[in-house]
């Protein structure tokens, strides 16, 4: 497997699901949830984040000796790059959807 190719590839998948999302009228918020059981740190969520929000987290370390991943500031869009990336599968990710939005404000 080359590296610099799966980049690529996790790059381009940034670029169709930013652009998807987009053209779908998607809603900015979003959330994720990291099972700190199998998060192993590996960092590969932050690095296809394309809203950069995604930090191993300094201040805590999980049993098997890892920093978790975790969401540093607002700004999740809920486009699920983070979860398609995760060679554990430890992320579930939360969209708001615009029904729902306009549900809580009705």
Same mark, same amino acid.
């Given at each position: ?23 779908? =009228?998607?809603?900015?918020? =979003? ?33 098997? =000796? ?41």
């Amino acid at each position: 497997m080359d590296n610099k190719n799966e980049i690529n590839k996790s790059t381009d998948l940034v670029e169709i699901v930013g652009i998807q999302l987009k053209e779908a =009228g998607m809603p900015v918020k =979003g959330r994720i949830d990291v099972d700190d059981v199998y998060c192993k740190g590996c960092e590969l969520c932050a690095s296809v984040c394309p809203q950069k929000v995604i930090h191993m987290a300094p201040d805590r370390i999980t049993a098997k =000796g890892f920093h978790p991943a975790e969401l540093m500031k607002e700004g999740c869009t809920g486009c699920g790059v983070c979860a398609v990336m995760c060679p554990e599968a430890a992320i579930t990710v939360y969209r708001e959807t615009q029904a729902a939005r306009a549900a809580a404000g009705a």
